[in-house]
């Protein structure tokens, strides 16, 4: 299982990529536990859900006024 310092890694992997879809990026790369994932702009949601939970697993709490970005 990996520990909170891997887990904080990831989130902010998760969220850069996030940022280079929302921003124009056609795909990214996100490694997560030993696999290599790609996310184009039709799997936004999916990564949303990637991130959500590496959150919930970090025990951090939903920030409120989140931006929803929409193509």
Do not use: C, K
Not at 20 to 37: K, N, R
Not at 50 to 62: E, K, T, V
């Amino acid at each position: 299982m990996a520990d909170d310092a891997q887990l904080q890694i990831w989130l902010t992997e998760a969220e850069n990529a996030e940022h280079a879809l929302a921003t124009g990026q056609q795909i990214v790369s996100v490694d997560y536990e030993g696999h290599s994932h790609e996310y184009g702009r039709a799997s936004l949601p999916e990564l949303r859900r990637h991130i959500r939970n590496l959150n919930r697993r970090l025990g951090n709490s939903p920030q409120s006024g989140n931006v929803r970005v929409t193509f």
